[in-house]
């Protein structure tokens, strides 16, 4: 029998997706994808086509993907279109960020020049505080404000680069080469259990760059009005999941 999910309320909206309790479920939530854009802290307004539905079939495919491949996540159901069932964490106030390839914020910070190859991988944390405008900081930063443990960041920074070795060749099978990658994660059982993936991943959280031309097929298009947003967000979607 197919369970039933009644939405009770709305407990958080944010620029992308909105979270509801669910009736008789007091450990999960509903997460439901919007076709709303933003970009620069909402500065930048829009819509995207068909956003919710390719973001929700995206992190569905991936989230299922990455948990085969032993990645705890906070993933349980898709239960329609843009909406799908998860387990409810306290999301810890971090933002991880991996980079591949050198794009966006890093080419302020260092001499780098767009496409550069990084011998290694960067992580990098961000403080999530939009008032603050999500500030990147230090292990110390995130202990001193008790954001974080010693123990939470090694996970984070463990799972982040897991997850990173598991992508890369995966959009690389479908021509796509991961440039770099925002993560969040939180933890379940009120904040009281095991750290786990959460959020999303798709092109609003992704730099997608066509393996061959290079042609960037993510959110910079809607960031930096690239122009064909939209066909770049469903090309994403039939190259990884053929639009189901
Ligand atoms: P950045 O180069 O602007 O720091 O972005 C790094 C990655 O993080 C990129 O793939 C886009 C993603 N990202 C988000 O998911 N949310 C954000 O608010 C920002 C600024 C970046
Ligand atoms: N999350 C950002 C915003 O504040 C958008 C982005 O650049 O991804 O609107």
Redesign the pocket.
Known sequence: MTEKYNKIKKIYEGKAKKLYTIKGKPDLLLQEFKDDATAF?AQKRGKILNKGIINCELTTFIFDYLSKRGIKTHFVKQISPNEMIIKRLKIVPI?V?V?NIA????LKKTRFKEGHKLAKPIV?F?YKDDALG?PMISDSHAIAMKIATESDLKALRQMAEKINIILKPFFLKRRLRL????LEFGKDKGGKGRIMLGDEITP????LWDAKTNRKL??DRFRFDLGGVNEAYAEVRKRITGGK
């Open positions: 802290n933002e960020v980079r794009a966006g914020s890093l990098e961000y999500d440039v770099d990658f925002k609003d959280t992704c730099r993510d959110k």
